[in-house]
């Protein structure tokens, strides 16, 4: 898949789950054709991002919930954790200090290269 399509499907995944614009079944679908270290890296991101002091943590990780109890998600994700470019992030940048644009271009470019 091309850098910007595969960069569009991720920012696509990531807003439907924070914005709830999406069922599980449809992310679950764009999570099913993701690489698993950039579904991991997503997840990871949202939940970081969603702790219990933010007011929409409740929706956002009970979506997240929802999409991991699809099958293969679960597989998928434990994957991806495995994955070098999770731990080329993990050890040069913080889940908490990057916005979502910026997060997604940098992994799918990290993935493609």
């Known amino acids: 898949m091309a850098f910007e399509q595969q ?3 991720a920012l696509r995944l990531l807003e439907g789950i924070e914005r ?3 069922t599980a079944a449809d992310s ?3 999570v099913n054709d993701a ?3 950039l579904v991991y890296l997503l997840f ?8 219990g002091s933010n007011p929409a943590s409740e ?3 009970g979506r997240l919930v929802a999409i991991s109890n699809q099958g293969g998600v679960a597989a998928k ?3 991806g954790q495995t994955d070098p470019v999770v731990e080329w992030f993990e050890e040069s940048y913080s ?5 979502a644009s910026e997060f997604v271009e940098m992994i799918v470019e990290k993935l493609e290269g």
Do not use: H
């Not at 990871?44 to 702790?51: A, I, K």
């Not at 889940?95 to 916005?99: D, L, M, S």
């Open 77 to 79: 994700m434990k994957k």
């Open 95 to 99: 889940y908490r200090n990057i916005a």
């Open 35 to 37: 690489d698993p270290a």
């Open 44 to 51: 990871t991101w949202l939940r970081q991002q969603y702790g």
């Open 20 to 22: 709830g614009t999406m």
């Open 59 to 61: 929706a956002v990780l």
């Open 7 to 9: 960069t569009k499907e």
């Open 28 to 30: 679950s679908n764009l």
